[in-house]
């Protein structure tokens, strides 16, 4: 299972890269736009960060299929392997979708509500389909349970070199229950990330280890010198 993370602030990028297991980082033109810099100076930098290993995953503009393969294979010049292009799920976006496919571009179908959406992504050569969890709860509908009806999608249609990368999350539950049922990967903005473990449980049953070592040995003192 990939843990991404989805967000473009740089300072944030390099501070979670440095503590946590991450795989990847994901942005779209939203968040991108929210860095209020030139959009390949902000890519490159997180490409510059995260390694030329991890995966990052950057959306074409264009809304008809020409100019959106033209975006993409600008994407994979600029920011090189391990770089996944974001389609939308519309009908110019599955167009697009072949058109890269056959050369070769990887690729997320993104903006998906729907299962079906995420079926016929994953039919034009998707590698990761991205249901927008959060979005689709506040529509009034179960954005897990529509995530999990496309992993069974991908998985009763042998389309198993798709999987999803589930997105748009606003909290820590709908994450796990993702994760439970084994997806392929999960996005996670900075502040999810950041509540994974401010809990007020987790930092008293720490201090008190520390107090009751502290009693034993000497304040302090740790297990390298005591
Ligand atoms: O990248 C798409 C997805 O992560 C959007 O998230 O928070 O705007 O619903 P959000």
Redesign the pocket.
């Known amino acids: 299972m990939l843990l991404c993370i989805?967000d473009a602030n740089v300072e944030a990028i390099r501070r979670l890269v440095e503590y946590y297991p991450i795989d990847g980082v994901?942005?779209?033109p939203?968040?991108i736009s929210r860095t209020k810099r030139e959009p390949f100076e902000v890519l490159k930098e997180i490409r510059e960060i995260i390694g030329s290993e991890r995966e990052l995953f950057a959306?074409v503009l264009a809304t008809e299929a020409d100019g959106m393969l033209a975006d993409a294979k600008r994407i994979i010049k600029e920011l090189g392997d391990n770089t996944i292009v974001?389609i939308p799920c519309t009908t110019e976006g599955f167009k697009a979708m072949k058109m890269c496919h056959k050369e070769g571009i990887r690729l997320l179908g993104?903006?998906i509500y729907t299962p079906m959406q995420g079926f016929i992504a994953a039919k034009c050569g998707c590698e990761y389909l991205?249901p927008?969890v959060?979005?689709i709860d506040n529509m009034g509908y179960d954005g897990v349970r529509v995530a999990m009806e496309i992993q069974d999608m991908l998985e009763n249609n042998g389309l198993d070199y798709c999987g999803l990368l589930a997105?748009?999350?606003?909290n820590s539950q709908q994450i796990i229950d993702l994760i439970k049922y084994g997806v392929k990967a999960v996005?996670v903005?900075v502040d999810v990330f950041d509540n994974f473990v401010k809990n007020a449980a987790i930092d008293a049953a720490v201090d008190q280890f520390t107090k009751d070592f502290a009693n034993l040995v000497g304040p302090g003192k740790t297990m390298s010198n005591c």
């Open positions: 989805d994901s942005t779209n939203t968040i959306q974001k993104t903006a991205a927008y959060n979005r997105a748009s999350f606003k996005t903005p």
